[in-house]
């Protein structure tokens, strides 16, 4: 005979069920991927720059008098007021070291940061931005060129040095970020940190901030330190003392880097309950 369940004891299943995996939230990412504007709070960081989220987040102008903004579609153009201030400041600095018109922006955080669906482990805090380190035209850019137009790959194909495409203008504006004093981490990869180890004379200093990373071929990687009184903002550790042009360099080019064997388990996605509990208040903000 099949056994009948009280209201009650249906009433307690089905609230296990919904409390199921099954039935768990999306991941972060497509939480805050959904979000098109930022929350209508004080700017405010909430965590690490691989782990939290923003509030109060202002955007970067798609055009400026020495950027362009690239991949508008994206709407990944908003970044902490600090950084904002900070690139516009930095694309005048580029402007004048390297002889270029302007400069390429590409990614910085989403409207509210938070984890991205796709492209990104970091620039979750809006302390983050790629620069193309292919020169802005002198020209503005389509809308449609600035979703299609490809920018020049530094690497060579077989990974171990810079291509025909690095020049003095690169160095120069490589050294021009990593010479600012907010600037935590330049990343960029193996191969231009060789060419820059090989191409630096005089003070060497600013090469301790510029860091090798995968991929990052065809553009620099910025990261800023926690501003002043974001108390809630986890810094990162201190870079390593010295150059970073030695042996840690060249692990870089070992086979097991340059040629990882296929395989290996993704890492699963970043739920809400991973990031610092004020970022569901973010979320949820108007």
């Known amino acids: 005979m099949p056994m009948r369940l009280s209201p009650l004891t249906a009433s307690a299943l089905l609230l296990l069920l919904a409390l199921s995996p099954a039935h768990a939230e999306p991941p972060a990412k497509e939480l805050f991927g959904a979000v098109k504007e930022p929350a209508e709070l004080p700017p405010r960081v909430h965590g690490f720059y691989a782990k939290g989220c923003l509030a109060g987040a202002d955007p970067l102008p798609a055009d400026g008098p020495a950027w362009q903004v690239m991949r508008p579609s994206r ?16 694309a005048h600095t580029a402007q004048r ?11 910085i955080a989403q409207p509210r940061g938070g984890p991205m669906k796709t492209g990104h482990a970091s620039h979750q805090i809006g302390l983050d931005a790629d620069v ?19 920018a020049a790959d530094m690497v060579r194909d077989d990974k171990l040095d810079v291509s025909q495409n690095w020049s003095k203008a690169q160095f120069a504006l490589v050294k021009a970020a990593a010479s600012q004093p907010q600037v935590e981490r330049i990343f960029v990869n193996a191969a231009i940190k060789k060419a820059l180890c090989r191409e630096a004379n005089g003070d060497r200093s600013w090469l301790n901030r510029v860091r090798p990373m995968y991929g990052h071929n065809w553009h620099m990687h910025i990261r800023i330190a926690c501003p002043a009184g974001e108390t809630e903002c986890q810094p990162q550790d201190p870079v390593p003392p010295g150059d970073g042009c030695g042996k840690e360099l060249d692990w870089w080019f070992t086979d097991a880097v340059l040629h990882p064997r296929p395989g290996g388990k993704p890492k699963p996605p970043l739920q809400m309950s991973a990031l610092p509990a004020a970022c569901r208040a973010v979320l949820n903000a108007p």
């Open 132 to 150: 193309w380190l292919t020169p802005m035209p002198n020209r503005t850019l389509s809308a449609q060129e600035r979703e299609d137009m490809a």
């Open 97 to 107: 070291a390297t002889g270029w018109p302007g400069l390429l922006f590409g990614d």
């Open 75 to 90: 709407n990944r153009a908003w970044g902490h007021p600090a950084m904002i201030a900070f690139l516009e400041k930095f």
